[in-house]
C-alpha cells in the first residue's frame, strides 16, 4: 500500500467531514467568519490534492466524487439522500482526463451519447431525448447553440430524466448543469500550458485571493489555437471570467461573475453514407466534404451574473440570482447533403448559414426554510422565476454559382474522392427559410417539501408552474404568431435508507416542451396550435456508498414521450400529435477512490429507446432513436503508483447505433482506449501527457443524420505542464 497515498485520502476524508460540518453549522447560523474558515480547512490538503481545486472540500468534492449538491433540488443535498439518478464530473477528473469541451466530458456518463450539433454546437442525446437546449450555469438557462469551454468550471452536473420542476420548460431526458469556479478566498494561482498534435496550442490561468477578510477575487482565462484531425478544422476561442465574493455582513454573502468567451472554428459536417453505412469511413478520418473556407461558426457571449444570499431572522435563507446573457452566434456550412451514389462516383454538397443572436434576461429567486412538524423534520423550498429571451432567426439557403449545380443552384454534385469544393455560393432568404424576431417571456412559481419522516424514510414531493409567453414576428410580412402555454410540472420521490450508507429510491416526474421547440425561435400557424410535448419519468434506484469516498448507484426508469409532430400530409404546414417514443433502461455508476491508490469513474447503460408513434413516413413504430447504443461502459481509472507518478486508463465501449431514428444507416460499434501519465516534478508542477484513443482504433464518434457523420479522432496526444504559485 501506498503510505503517502493513504495519508492524503485520510486527511482529504477528515477535512471533508470537517468542512461539511461548518458548513452545516454555518447554514443554520452563519457569520463572515465561516467561509473563511472553511477555507482555511480545505488550505491543508490543497498542496497534497494539487488538482482538486479552490473550493474542492466545501462543495463535497472528494477525488472524482461528489457527494451533495444544490443541483437537484435547489437545496443542499447529499447526493444519496436524492431520489433521482445523479452523475457529476468533478474538476480533478475533468483535469485528469485533459478534456476541454463538454462533447468530450460526457463521454464517460452512463447514458449520455455526445451529437454532432452540425458541427457548431454542443448536442447531447440522454435516455434517448436530443438536445441542443437543456444547457444550464449555476442552475440557470444558458441554451444558446454554441460551444462551450471547460476553463472556467468546477465540476458538471448530470441530472437524469425529467427536470422541469427545478429547471422549467424541456430537460425531458435530463439536464447538463455546469458549476461555475468562484471567489472563495482561498489563494490560488495556477497556469495551465498545454501542447499537441494538429499544431495544438493551449495557456489557461486561474489567480485567487482575498483583498481583505470580506472581500474576495477570481480570475480564470483561457486561450487556444488549434488545428484538428479533420482536414482544413481550426478552432480559435479565447475567454476570461472575473468573479467576486462580498461578504456584507453576518449573514449576507453578494457574489459577481462577468464572462467574456469568443469561438471562432470551421463548421465540420463530417462524412456522407453509402449503401446504409459511413462512406468508407476508415479511409476518410480527416477528409473534409464541402467547402471549408465558407463554412465557420462564430460566437460572441457576454455574461453577467449577481449572486445574492442571505439568512433572515426568521430562519429563512435566500438565494436570489441574477444574469444577463448576450449571445451573438453566427454559422454556414457546405456540407453533404446526401449520401454517395451507388457507383461511387457523386455525392452532392448543399449550403445554408443561420444568424442566431439571443439576449437573455433571468431573475431566479429561492426560499428555504427549515421546521419541524412533531416527529417530521421540513425542508420547504418556495421560489419563483422571472425570464425575458429575445433574439434572430435568419436563415439563407446557399446557391452554388455553376453550371454543374442542380435543383436551381442548390446542389452540386462532387466527386467522393476529391470531395472539397471552392465554387464560389451565394445566399439568399427563401419563403421557406426563417426570418423572424421572437421574444418570449416566462414567469414561474414553485414549491418543495423534503421530508425527513426518521433516520430511514425519506419524502420528496414538489409542483412547479410555468407561464411561457412566446410570440414571433415574420420580417417580411410583419405577421405576429404568438401562443401561451400554462404548464404545470409535478415531482416525488422516496427515499428507504436501511443503513445510513444504503438507499433505495423511487422517483416520478413531468417535463414539458412547447410546440415552438428546443430553441423556439419561429413559430407558425401549424405549430402555434400544437400542443406541448410530454415527458413521463419513473425510476427507481439504489445508492451505496461504499466508504465515505466511494459510491456505487444503479437505476432502473421508463421515460415515455408523446405529442410529437407529424405533418399532416392533407394540409401542408400544419402537424398531427402522433409521435412518441418510450425509453427503457437500466444506468449502473461507480465514483470514488475503490483504494486508497485507485480512484474510478463510470458506469454502464442499457438502453432501449424506441419509436412508438410514428413521425414521418420512414420514422414509424419499432424503430431505434437515432445515436442511442442498447449498451455502453465507460471506465475511467488512475493509479497512484508512487508519492509523484500517476496513471490513467480509460475505456469506452459501445454497441451500434443508428444515425437516424429511420435506421437506414447503421453506425458499427466500437471500443477505445484513453491513457494518461501524469508527474509531479515538484510540490507546485505537474506534467502531465494525455493520449486519445491509444491503438488509433476507427471508429464513428458521433452523427447528425444519414449523412453528416463525423470519424472518431485518431491516435492523439496532449501534453500540459501545471504550475502552481
Known amino acids: ?81 436524492t431520489p433521482q439518478s445523479v452523475t457529476v464530473v468533478t474538476q480533478q477528473q475533468i483535469r485528469d482526463q485533459g478534456f476541454q469541451s463538454l462533447n468530450e466530458a460526457i463521454r464517460y456518463v452512463p447514458g449520455v451519447i455526445p451529437h454532432q450539433g452540425e458541427g457548431n454546437r454542443d448536442d447531447v442525446v440522454i435516455r434517448g431525448q436530443r438536445s441542443n437546449a437543456d444547457f444550464f450555469v449555476n442552475g440557470i438557462r444558458d441554451d444558446v447553440q454554441y460551444f462551450r469551454d471547460l476553463y472556467n468550471i468546477q465540476r458538471i452536473e448530470v441530472l437524469k430524466g425529467p427536470n422541469a420542476m427545478i429547471f422549467g420548460r ?68 479565447y475567454g476570461v471570467n472575473p468573479t467576486m465574493t462580498f461578504l456584507l455582513g453576518p449573514a449576507t454573502t453578494l457574489k459577481l461573475s462577468y464572462e467574456y468567451f469568443h469561438d471562432d472554428r470551421t463548421a ?18 480527416s477528409t473534409f466534404f464541402g467547402n471549408p473556407d465558407l463554412s465557420y461558426s462564430k460566437v460572441d ?71 419541524d412538524t412533531g416527529p417530521l423534520h421540513h425542508t420547504l423550498l418556495g421560489g419563483f422565476e422571472l425570464g425575458y429571451q429575445e433574439g434572430l432567426a435568419y436563415r439563407q439557403t446557399g446557391f452554388f454559382d455553376s453550371p454543374l ?54 419524502f420528496l414531493g414538489g409542483l412547479r408552474y410555468d407561464h411561457f409567453d412566446f410570440s414571433s414576428r415574420d420580417r417580411r410580412t410583419n405577421v405576429v404568431t404568438g401562443r401561451i402555454d400554462d ?67 444503479g437505476a432502473l426508469y421508463n421515460l415515455d ?25 437500466a444506468e449502473i455508476g461507480i465514483n470514488g477512490y475503490i483504494t486508497d491508490w485507485w480512484q474510478a469513474a463510470g458506469g454502464y447503460a442499457f438502453t432501449d429507446a424506441r419509436i412508438t408513434g410514428a413521425t414521418s413516413t420512414t420514422i414509424v413504430p419499432g424503430n431505434t432513436v437515432g445515436l442511442v447504443p442498447f449498451n455502453t461502459f465507460t471506465l475511467w481509472n488512475k493509479f497512484d503508483v508512487t508519492e509523484r507518478f500517476s496513471l490513467g486508463i480509460g475505456y469506452i465501449n459501445q454497441t451500434h447505433t443508428f444515425a437516424s431514428s429511420d435506421n437506414t444507416v447503421r453506425l458499427p460499434g466500437f471500443s477505445r482506449f484513453d491513457l494518461g501519465l501524469f508527474y509531479r516534478m515538484s510540490e507546485t508542477v505537474r506534467a502531465q501527457v494525455n493520449i486519445e484513443n491509444l491503438f488509433d482504433r476507427r471508429y464513428i464518434a458521433t452523427a447528425d443524420g444519414n449523412n453528416n457523420i463525423t470519424p472518431g479522432a485518431p491516435r492523439l496526444i496532449r501534453v500540459q505542464l501545471i504550475a502552481q504559485f
Open 487 to 553: 404548464l404545470v410540472s409535478p415531482r416525488a420521490g422516496v427515499v428507504v435508507k436501511p443503513l445510513q450508507n444504503l438507499a433505495f429510491y423511487g422517483s416520478y416526474s413531468v417535463s414539458y416542451l412547447p410546440s415552438a421547440g428546443d430553441q423556439f425561435s419561429t413559430l407558425t400557424p401549424g405549430t402555434a396550435i400544437a400542443q406541448p410535448e410530454k415527458f413521463v419519468n419513473s425510476e427507481i434506484g439504489v445508492k451505496y456508498d461504499v466508504t465515505p469516498a466511494l459510491q456505487l448507484t
Open 170 to 237: 424541456g430537460g425531458g431526458g435530463g439536464i447538463i448543469n455546469r458549476v461555475l469556479k468562484e471567489a472563495d478566498g482561498v489563494p490560488i494561482r495556477e497556469v495551465l500550458v498545454q501542447g499537441g498534435e494538429y499544431w495544438n496550442k493551449r495557456v489557461a490561468i486561474d489567480a485567487g485571493d482575498r483583498v481583505s477578510d470580506s472581500v474576495f477575487f477570481r480570475l480564470n482565462g483561457v486561450f487556444e489555437d488549434t488545428a484538428t484531425y479533420r482536414d482544413f478544422v481550426d478552432i480559435r476561442r
Open 561 to 585: 414521450r408523446t405529442n410529437q409532430r407529424l405533418a399532416d400530409p392533407n394540409n401542408p404546414g400544419f402537424f398531427i400529435l402522433s409521435g412518441s417514443t418510450r425509453t427503457q433502461g
Open 1 to 81: 500500500m501506498n503510505r503517502v497515498s493513504a495519508q492524503r485520502l485520510r486527511a482529504l476524508l477528515a477535512t471533508t467531514f470537517l468542512v461539511s460540518a461548518a458548513c452545516s453549522e454555518a447554514a443554520a447560523q452563519p457569520k463572515p467568519g465561516a467561509v473563511a474558515a472553511a477555507s482555511d480547512a480545505e488550505a491543508v490538503t490543497l498542496d497534497q490534492l494539487s488538482v482538486e481545486g479552490a473550493g474542492a472540500a466545501q462543495s463535497g468534492t472528494i477525488g472524482y466524487l461528489q457527494t451533495r449538491t444544490r443541483t437537484a433540488t435547489k437545496t443542499d443535498t447529499p447526493l444519496i439522500d
Open 301 to 371: 457571449a457576454n455574461i453577467a451574473t449577481a449572486v445574492l444570499d442571505h439568512l433572515f431572522e426568521s430562519g429563512v435563507q435566500m438565494h436570489s440570482q441574477l444574469r444577463f446573457a448576450d449571445y451573438q452566434k453566427f454559422y454556414q456550412n457546405i456540407f453533404p447533403g446526401g449520401p454517395v451514389n451507388a457507383a461511387g462516383t457523386q455525392v452532392p454538397l448543399s449550403a445554408y448559414n443561420n444568424e442566431t443572436p439571443r439576449t437573455n434576461y433571468f431573475s431566479q429567486n429561492d426560499f428555504t426554510y427549515k421546521f
Open 268 to 285: 465540420d459536417r463530417g462524412i456522407p453514407s453509402q449503401f446504409g453505412r459511413p462512406y468508407r469511413y476508415r479511409q476518410n478520418i
Open 405 to 458: 449545380a442542380r435543383d436551381g443552384g442548390r446542389s452540386l454534385v462532387v466527386n467522393p474522392l476529391s470531395p472539397v469544393s471552392r465554387v464560389p455560393v451565394s445566399f439568399r432568404n427563401l419563403p421557406t427559410d426563417a426570418n423572424s424576431a421572437y421574444n418570449l417571456g416566462l414567469a414561474a412559481v414553485y414549491a418543495q417539501d423534503q421530508i425527513e419522516v426518521s433516520e430511514h424514510l425519506q
